[in-house]
């Protein structure tokens, strides 16, 4: 047992032995909280909990994980700047609870309800802090009807909102995105060489296309930049199975990684839903691989990043309300140019939860208790908990 300790902390690094924080309390002075959070098809009207007492989640009738059609009116919109759902209040709470300064969001749904949602996202924040205090910006559409968000404080991060840029091919010319981390001459890169290898080997797409737009869910979303004046972010949700895809995205995500770090003066942090379990993924982080490009990248990157939470031990899904335990989010930093204090998942609130089985006791008739529970903490908060780590940036 003692040997299997040893070759997991050797594997994840820093990571593993990083100091628990306890999200109740504020993060110590000159330390930024930062986070990551899927929340599960993110819109203003869907899911909701169907009222026939199935405990079943309904989406929208024009549901955003579907289609890009605008799913709420502006009627919708300017009634939930003053009475929000309530997926959004029980959001806002814990995003103002854990003392998050900094949240990337997945799954923000790329119809127009994903823009009203966030607007009454941010105004629940504003309201229960009592001052102007977050902001938010989204990104272009992704493949996959989705956008990432992010959530900021300003009188942390400043009133500037960050600049974000899809990553949806490898292709660097002219791509914002490439000028945002600092890389150039990406074609003749060793990374990009094995990178391409790893593609070849593994793959069913055409290099160097990230993102198949259109293709039903599960199926392959663009990465994107989140670029604030100190320090630039790579966030993504990766593909759900191997079939997917994640093979090509994880060796992807590695090489950006290398090269950024070597040449952009800002640091890069890595993190969002990387489905370690839900794909099966660990290896690829964590296992040494017998192809040597693939091996290149994976150890490249190891020397230069570690997770934040243990890939073997923390839960980020919503166990034991859904499913069983699986590790799918993380943080990953550059430890020579970014200190951390501490990191943790955040789980749902105790009250929260009791109000849900509660709620899900009298709604199911058809369905068993824990299957209801599930549905019903999905409709009200996600099936993700959120994951941050107290980061050693200075507010700008």
Known sequence: LAAVRQERAAAEGAGAERRSADASSPPATGRLRLASWNLKKFTLR?????GAARGRPRRAVAS????????????????????PPVRVRNIAA??????????????????????????????????????????????PPTGNYERYGVLWRIDRLGDAAPELALVESLEPAGARWAQLLGVSQL???????????????????????????????PGPRAFCVVSFAEVNLLTFHLATSKK?????????????????????PKPLILLGDANVDEAGARGLWLRRSDFAPQERLRSGFTQLYSPMLSMFSAVTSLFPVTGKPMHNDNIWLPAQRVACAAAAVVP?????????????????????????????????????????????????
């Open 348 to 396: 749902i609130s105790s009250a929260l939860l009791e109000d849900i089985r509660g709620a899900a006791m009298e709604l199911s008739l058809e369905q068993s208790v824990a299957r209801a529970t599930s549905n019903m903490a999905f409709s009200q908060w996600s099936d993700h908990c959120p994951v941050f780590a107290d980061i050693g940036l200075e507010p700008s």
């Open 244 to 264: 997917g895809g994640i093979k090509q995205e994880v060796v992807a995500l590695q090489a950006l990684a290398k090269m950024a770090a070597a040449s952009s």
């Open 46 to 50: 869907g899911p909701t909990v169907d």
């Open 187 to 217: 074609e003749a890169a060793d990374e990009m060489r094995d990178c391409r290898a790893v593609w070849r080997e593994h793959g069913e797409r055409e290099w160097p296309q990230l993102v198949v737009s259109g293709r039903a869910d």
């Open 94 to 139: 814990t995003i103002v609870g854990s003392h998050l300064d900094c949240a990337v969001l997945q799954e923000v749904m790329s119809s127009q309800g994903g823009q009203h949602v966030m607007e009454a996202l941010v105004a629940e924040l504003n309201r229960l802090t009592a001052a102007e205090r977050y902001a938010f910006a989204l990104s």
């Open 64 to 83: 955003a994980a579907a289609t890009d059609s605008d799913d709420t009116s502006d009627a919708d919109a300017q009634a939930a700047l003053t009475e």
